[in-house]
């Protein structure tokens, strides 16, 4: 809930005092973790509103499909109620926030793209689960595209390039290193695994804008960008690698702002221990630069877990604002991930920290938020504050009817397929063929002799004229005129089909 007149966002509130985040330390970013059914997603429904109430975007990954009420009003209960009651609030009033709905398949919501290209060979390499060797290919690919010309966009320039890679490795082995046919085999695999799970979809134009979301509505509130997630959660490795894009994407797009009085955007990543599950420590170092670094570009990141272990300690550490639900100990390795969710927050004497995770109920969390001077506070137990839009789904026709209405559906829902490294490379092998094709039919017609009738082969033949000396110096400079330009255009064809030059 966000409090103008104080300029502060209220999200938790004990017997003894509201516990405030102070919007220019909130892209200090920050971590909501805790238990399923305990209450993280109430928790981040509270502070995207509040954002987008002090008319900041949001973007929101909606794994299970329940954060599409936001754009309605919520509605009371009894229990909804006492909570209100309980928490001493008596001027709370409902509200729907506006909200634009996306999906990476196009079903729920507008289609998201990116074009190979911008998600590079790494995250391509770590999507198709490639080994260290496969990834160098990769590389290699990628770079014989550049120095090529040849846009990599979508799916099937992807397959293309690949396979003429492969075809071609002997060519490009001095200039940019071997190129073995297993591991080409493996990256069409990969691709082929790929294409059946669907993921082949994402790569494409027109290419998500992520400058459409840095918007507000006409009451100046910040746009929530929901990304539906339920069937692309089904691929973790997609899910997870359409995160790094966006995180990559934002830091190499927006400037430097340094300290705002509010971020410019925030983003809340659900089911955030994806990204790091087996992935390269040179791809966790990138991450955990870009999370240190993007914060002076004026943008928040939150990540949602289970548990606090599920990040990397050099990624933890740059989490200011923590917001822990509790925690279930039933083997020692859930003990000890207690004990270390509990060790994270800056201790309170009046508190048992590692003992309250164990007792927290639904909708209460042991918090930590950053003073004015970057400070974190002394661990709380407290209550969040209760939603102002609705708990629950959005019913599919009135989504359809806003997807339809939304001014990025003439920008997003129809794709397009312009000139690149698929239609160039079969341009290529056509230009190639041609002339082959060519060249075979006129020797099979010379070869070709006509079926003589048996009365034509009784008659006798006219004896041929013998060629004199210079008829057969002539024939024979003709000969050899015609094997020289032959070889010339053949050389000619190869140098342009490859791209080689004398």
């Not at 994407?249 to 971020?263: C, I, N, R, S, T």
């Amino acid at each position: 809930m966000f409090l103008k007149k104080e300029n502060l966002i209220l999200v938790c509130k004990n017997e003894e005092k509201k516990i405030c985040l102070i919007p220019k330390m909130a892209n200090r970013h920050g971590l909501i973790a805790g238990a399923t059914g305990t209450g993280k997603t109430v928790t981040l429904k509270v502070l995207a509103e509040s954002f987008s109430d002090m008319g900041v975007p949001v973007f929101l990954a909606d794994i299970k499909g329940d954060v599409s009420g936001m754009c309605l009003s919520g509605q009371t209960s009894d229990g909804f109620q006492k909570r209100l009651v309980k928490l001493g609030l008596k001027d709370f009033s409902f509200s729907s926030y506006p909200v634009r709905f996306f999906d990476v398949f196009g079903k729920m919501g507008h289609p998201v793209r990116a074009t190979i290209s911008e998600m590079g060979p790494d995250l391509i390499s770590r999507l198709l689960e490639l080994n260290d060797t496969q990834s160098g290919v990769m590389q290699i690919v990628f770079k014989i595209a550049d120095d090529n010309g040849l846009l990599l966009l979508d799916f099937k320039d992807l397959r293309a390039m690949v396979q003429y890679v492969g075809e071609n490795a002997a060519q490009f082995r001095t200039q940019y290193g071997n190129v073995s046919a297993q591991s080409v085999g493996a990256i069409q695999r990969g691709l082929l695994r790929l294409e059946q799970q669907g993921g082949n979809q994402f790569f494409g134009e027109p290419a998500l804008d992520i400058k459409d979301w840095l918007v507000q509505d006409e009451e100046g509130r910040g746009m929530i960008n929901l990304l539906h997630c339920v069937e692309l959660f089904q691929n973790p490795l997609l899910y997870s690698s359409f995160l790094l894009w966006m995180l990559s994407q934002l830091y190499d797009l927006l400037p430097e702002v340094g300290d705002l009085e509010k971020p410019k955007i925030v983003f809340f990543f659900d089911e955030a221990h994806l990204i790091f599950k087996n992935a390269p420590k040179s791809l966790i170092d990138k991450v955990e630069q870009i999370v240190r670094l993007i914060r002076s570009k004026g943008v928040g990141i939150y990540f949602v877990t289970q548990l606090p272990s599920d990040i990397p300690d050099t990624v933890l550490g740059q989490l200011g604002n923590k917001f822990q639900h509790a925690l279930r100990a039933y083997t020692p390795k859930d003990q000890k991930g207690l004990k270390a969710a509990a060790q994270s927050f800056r201790a309170n004497p009046k508190l048992n920290t590692e003992k309250v995770l164990s007792e927290l109920g639904t909708g209460e969390v042991l918090v930590s938020v950053l003073d004015n001077e970057g400070i974190p506070t002394m661990a709380e137990r407290a209550y969040v504050m209760p939603p102002r839009s609705f708990l629950g789904v959005v019913d599919e026709a009135q989504r359809a009817q806003m997807i339809a209405a939304s001014p990025l559906a003439e920008k997003y829902n129809t794709p397009i397929d312009r000139e690149s490294a698929y239609e160039l490379l079969a341009q290529r092998a056509q230009a190639g063929a041609e002339p082959a094709a060519e060249e075979e039919a006129g020797g099979a017609e010379t070869e070709a002799k006509p079926v003589e009738s048996r009365r034509s082969r009784r008659e006798p033949k006219p004896e041929k004229e013998k060629p004199s000396e210079m008829d057969k110096l002539i024939n024979t400079a003709i000969s050899t005129v015609g094997r020289d330009v032959v070889r010339t255009l053949s050389h000619q064809l190869v140098r342009s089909i490859f791209g080689f030059k004398r």
